[in-house]
Protein backbone atom coordinates (compact mmCIF):
# COMPACT_ATOMS: atom_id res chain seq x y z
CA UNK A 1 0.00 0.00 0.00
CA UNK A 2 1.21 3.44 -0.64
CA UNK A 3 -0.02 7.15 -1.16
CA UNK A 4 -0.24 8.44 -3.82
CA UNK A 5 2.17 10.90 -5.50
CA UNK A 6 -0.57 13.41 -6.89
CA UNK A 7 -3.58 13.08 -4.50
CA UNK A 8 -2.48 13.19 -1.00
CA UNK A 9 -5.69 11.88 0.88
CA UNK A 10 -5.63 8.59 -1.47
CA UNK A 11 -3.95 5.54 -0.20
CA UNK A 12 -3.80 2.57 -3.39
CA UNK A 13 -3.87 -0.56 -2.11
CA UNK A 14 -2.46 -2.28 -4.79
CA UNK A 15 -1.75 -6.24 -3.96
CA UNK A 16 -2.12 -8.64 -6.90
CA UNK A 17 -4.36 -10.75 -5.78
CA UNK A 18 -6.91 -7.75 -4.89
CA UNK A 19 -6.13 -6.39 -8.52
CA UNK A 20 -6.99 -9.76 -9.98
CA UNK A 21 -10.10 -10.00 -8.49
CA UNK A 22 -10.54 -6.56 -9.42
CA UNK A 23 -10.12 -7.26 -12.81
CA UNK A 24 -13.12 -10.15 -12.83
CA UNK A 25 -15.40 -7.93 -11.12
CA UNK A 26 -14.74 -4.99 -13.42
CA UNK A 27 -16.05 -7.51 -16.75
CA UNK A 28 -19.27 -6.76 -17.42
CA UNK A 29 -20.17 -10.74 -18.48
CA UNK A 30 -19.89 -11.48 -14.82
CA UNK A 31 -22.71 -12.39 -12.93
CA UNK A 32 -24.54 -10.71 -9.88
CA UNK A 33 -23.62 -13.30 -8.06
CA UNK A 34 -19.97 -13.51 -8.50
CA UNK A 35 -20.33 -9.68 -8.59
CA UNK A 36 -21.24 -9.94 -4.71
CA UNK A 37 -19.23 -11.97 -3.68
CA UNK A 38 -15.61 -10.45 -5.58
CA UNK A 39 -17.09 -7.00 -3.87
CA UNK A 40 -17.00 -8.79 -0.92
CA UNK A 41 -13.72 -10.07 -1.40
CA UNK A 42 -11.90 -7.29 -1.95
CA UNK A 43 -13.42 -5.21 0.77
CA UNK A 44 -11.90 -7.58 3.49
CA UNK A 45 -8.68 -8.08 1.57
CA UNK A 46 -8.24 -4.24 1.52
CA UNK A 47 -9.42 -3.89 5.30
CA UNK A 48 -6.38 -5.75 6.36
CA UNK A 49 -4.39 -3.00 4.86
CA UNK A 50 -6.70 0.01 6.37
CA UNK A 51 -6.86 -1.70 9.25
CA UNK A 52 -2.72 -1.15 9.87
CA UNK A 53 -3.34 2.27 11.87
CA UNK A 54 -5.81 1.27 14.18
CA UNK A 55 -4.68 1.60 17.89
CA UNK A 56 -3.86 -1.46 20.04
CA UNK A 57 -3.71 -1.95 23.82
CA UNK A 58 -1.70 -3.73 26.11
CA UNK A 59 -3.62 -6.59 27.68
CA UNK A 60 -2.51 -9.51 30.04
CA UNK A 61 -3.77 -13.33 29.03
CA UNK A 62 -4.00 -16.89 29.85
CA UNK A 63 -2.34 -18.93 26.80
CA UNK A 64 -2.34 -23.27 27.84
CA UNK A 65 1.13 -22.56 29.25
CA UNK A 66 1.08 -19.46 31.61
CA UNK A 67 0.47 -15.76 31.62
CA UNK A 68 1.72 -12.98 29.10
CA UNK A 69 0.85 -9.59 27.83
CA UNK A 70 -0.37 -8.90 24.09
CA UNK A 71 -2.30 -6.32 21.91
CA UNK A 72 -5.32 -6.08 21.34
CA UNK A 73 -7.55 -3.44 19.61
CA UNK A 74 -8.53 -1.08 21.45
CA UNK A 75 -11.92 -0.37 19.75
CA UNK A 76 -13.69 -2.05 17.48
CA UNK A 77 -14.44 -0.22 14.17
CA UNK A 78 -17.89 1.39 13.16
CA UNK A 79 -18.85 0.62 9.53
CA UNK A 80 -20.50 2.99 7.57
CA UNK A 81 -21.79 1.57 4.22
CA UNK A 82 -23.89 3.96 1.78
CA UNK A 83 -27.02 2.72 0.38
CA UNK A 84 -26.97 0.34 -1.41
CA UNK A 85 -23.98 -0.34 -3.38
CA UNK A 86 -21.63 -0.42 0.29
CA UNK A 87 -24.28 -2.75 1.63
CA UNK A 88 -22.29 -5.83 -0.73
CA UNK A 89 -18.97 -4.53 0.81
CA UNK A 90 -20.12 -5.22 4.80
CA UNK A 91 -20.27 -8.30 5.15
CA UNK A 92 -16.76 -9.09 3.51
CA UNK A 93 -15.38 -6.54 6.26
CA UNK A 94 -18.02 -8.23 9.44
CA UNK A 95 -15.96 -11.52 8.80
CA UNK A 96 -12.45 -9.77 9.48
CA UNK A 97 -14.06 -7.63 12.73
CA UNK A 98 -16.56 -9.44 14.05
CA UNK A 99 -17.12 -7.54 17.10
CA UNK A 100 -17.51 -4.38 14.75
CA UNK A 101 -20.28 -1.98 14.81
CA UNK A 102 -22.95 -0.99 11.71
CA UNK A 103 -24.84 2.26 10.82
CA UNK A 104 -26.48 2.98 7.26
CA UNK A 105 -26.56 6.15 5.60
CA UNK A 106 -28.89 6.70 2.62
CA UNK A 107 -27.29 9.03 -0.34
CA UNK A 108 -29.06 8.95 -3.98
CA UNK A 109 -27.10 10.70 -6.85
CA UNK A 110 -29.89 12.96 -8.71
CA UNK A 111 -29.23 11.95 -12.05
CA UNK A 112 -29.82 14.87 -13.79
CA UNK A 113 -27.84 17.21 -11.42
CA UNK A 114 -25.56 14.53 -9.55
CA UNK A 115 -25.96 16.40 -6.40
CA UNK A 116 -25.80 13.99 -3.27
CA UNK A 117 -29.82 13.20 -1.61
CA UNK A 118 -29.72 12.17 1.35
CA UNK A 119 -33.16 9.71 2.65
CA UNK A 120 -31.95 7.67 5.75
CA UNK A 121 -29.55 7.76 8.50
CA UNK A 122 -29.00 5.23 11.48
CA UNK A 123 -25.52 5.42 13.29
CA UNK A 124 -24.13 3.55 16.68
CA UNK A 125 -24.55 5.85 19.32
CA UNK A 126 -20.78 5.75 20.44
CA UNK A 127 -19.83 6.24 17.06
CA UNK A 128 -17.51 8.69 18.25
CA UNK A 129 -15.62 6.00 20.32
CA UNK A 130 -13.68 3.79 17.53
CA UNK A 131 -12.34 4.30 13.69
CA UNK A 132 -15.17 4.99 11.23
CA UNK A 133 -14.97 3.03 8.06
CA UNK A 134 -17.44 4.93 5.28
CA UNK A 135 -17.79 2.00 2.36
CA UNK A 136 -19.13 2.16 -1.03
CA UNK A 137 -17.10 0.96 -3.92
CA UNK A 138 -16.78 4.18 -6.12
CA UNK A 139 -16.18 7.93 -5.27
CA UNK A 140 -17.30 9.31 -8.76
CA UNK A 141 -18.08 13.34 -7.72
CA UNK A 142 -17.11 12.61 -4.63
CA UNK A 143 -20.58 14.17 -3.45
CA UNK A 144 -22.06 10.99 -1.61
CA UNK A 145 -18.48 10.34 0.23
CA UNK A 146 -18.44 13.76 1.44
CA UNK A 147 -22.62 13.73 2.71
CA UNK A 148 -21.28 10.35 4.57
CA UNK A 149 -18.63 12.31 5.81
CA UNK A 150 -20.46 14.98 7.17
CA UNK A 151 -23.11 12.84 8.61
CA UNK A 152 -20.54 10.72 10.86
CA UNK A 153 -18.29 13.97 11.79
CA UNK A 154 -22.02 15.19 12.94
CA UNK A 155 -22.23 12.60 15.53
CA UNK A 156 -18.83 13.16 16.71
CA UNK A 157 -16.83 10.52 15.28
CA UNK A 158 -12.93 12.05 13.74
CA UNK A 159 -11.20 8.99 13.12
CA UNK A 160 -12.49 8.82 9.58
CA UNK A 161 -11.51 6.98 6.42
CA UNK A 162 -13.68 6.28 2.81
CA UNK A 163 -12.97 2.65 1.65
CA UNK A 164 -13.43 2.16 -2.14
CA UNK A 165 -13.12 -0.40 -5.09
CA UNK A 166 -12.38 2.50 -7.68
CA UNK A 167 -11.77 6.62 -7.56
CA UNK A 168 -11.39 9.43 -10.00
CA UNK A 169 -9.40 12.81 -9.34
CA UNK A 170 -12.43 14.74 -9.76
CA UNK A 171 -14.17 12.48 -6.62
CA UNK A 172 -10.70 12.87 -4.83
CA UNK A 173 -10.29 16.59 -5.39
CA UNK A 174 -14.13 16.96 -3.94
CA UNK A 175 -13.82 15.37 -0.95
CA UNK A 176 -9.93 16.48 -0.02
CA UNK A 177 -11.54 20.34 -0.45
CA UNK A 178 -14.53 19.10 1.94
CA UNK A 179 -12.80 17.20 4.26
CA UNK A 180 -8.95 17.30 4.32
CA UNK A 181 -8.55 15.52 7.06
CA UNK A 182 -9.94 12.00 5.45
CA UNK A 183 -8.06 9.87 4.04
CA UNK A 184 -9.21 7.71 1.38
CA UNK A 185 -8.51 3.80 1.02
CA UNK A 186 -9.25 2.53 -2.79
CA UNK A 187 -8.05 -0.54 -4.96
CA UNK A 188 -7.42 1.55 -8.17
CA UNK A 189 -7.52 5.32 -9.71
CA UNK A 190 -9.53 4.89 -13.17
CA UNK A 191 -9.02 7.92 -15.50
CA UNK A 192 -12.14 10.03 -15.19
CA UNK A 193 -15.87 11.22 -15.35
CA UNK A 194 -18.28 10.49 -18.46
CA UNK A 195 -20.45 13.09 -19.36
CA UNK A 196 -23.43 11.66 -17.23
CA UNK A 197 -20.76 11.51 -14.40
CA UNK A 198 -19.78 7.68 -14.45
CA UNK A 199 -16.51 6.56 -14.12
CA UNK A 200 -14.70 5.55 -16.60
CA UNK A 201 -13.43 2.67 -17.58
CA UNK A 202 -15.15 1.91 -14.37
CA UNK A 203 -17.38 -1.22 -12.66
CA UNK A 204 -20.62 0.12 -14.04
CA UNK A 205 -23.61 0.82 -11.75
CA UNK A 206 -22.17 -1.29 -8.04
CA UNK A 207 -25.97 -1.01 -6.63
CA UNK A 208 -27.52 -2.30 -9.57
CA UNK A 209 -24.52 -5.15 -10.82
CA UNK A 210 -24.57 -5.88 -6.76
CA UNK A 211 -28.28 -7.24 -6.38
CA UNK A 212 -29.63 -7.50 -9.99
CA UNK A 213 -31.38 -4.83 -10.93
Request: hydrophobic share 40%; aromatic share 6%.
Amino acid sequence: MQAHPQHPNLWLVDHPLIQHKLSVLRERTTPSSDFRRLLGEIAGLMTYEVSRRFETEPVEIHTPMERMHAQRLRCAPTLVPVLRAGLGMTDGILALFTEARVGHIGIRRNECTAQPEGYYLRLPPDVQDGPVLVVDPMLATGGSAARAVDEVKRAGARDICVVCLVVVPEGLAALQAAHPDVRVYAAALDRCLNERFFICPGLGDAGDRCFGT
